[in-house]
């Protein structure tokens, strides 16, 4: 049942992006609309990648003197687990949801 929430709590984040493009496209005149949500929509992408890249592993990889994570820890999704949970994570869902549910708040 935590599985099937987080699913759809990641769903529901996924849907606010978008519609903050929207509401930032209200905020400028009509001539700059498409180009507000083309900016938003490339920013959504390029912060997906480095997410997937190295900022996962900076903010729940081992620690590094206490402030940061070690970007090795989990460098390209090397070692997030498909299936069991996070060590550290309170909830038990798998990791990859874990890590998408979290990138969504990141983009």
Partial sequence: ??????????????FMTPGLAF???GLVRSTNILTIMLQNFASMGFVFVLWWAVLFSLCFGTSLGG??????????????PLYDKISGATLDIPG???????????V
């Fill in 96 to 106: 990859v949801l874990y890590a998408g549910y979290q990138g969504m708040f990141a």
């Fill in 67 to 80: 402030i940061i994570g070690n970007p090795a820890t989990y460098l390209f999704f090397r070692d997030v």
């Fill in 1 to 14: 049942s935590d599985t099937t929430f987080m699913f759809m709590c990641t769903a529901l984040v996924q």
């Fill in 23 to 25: 509401f930032y496209g």
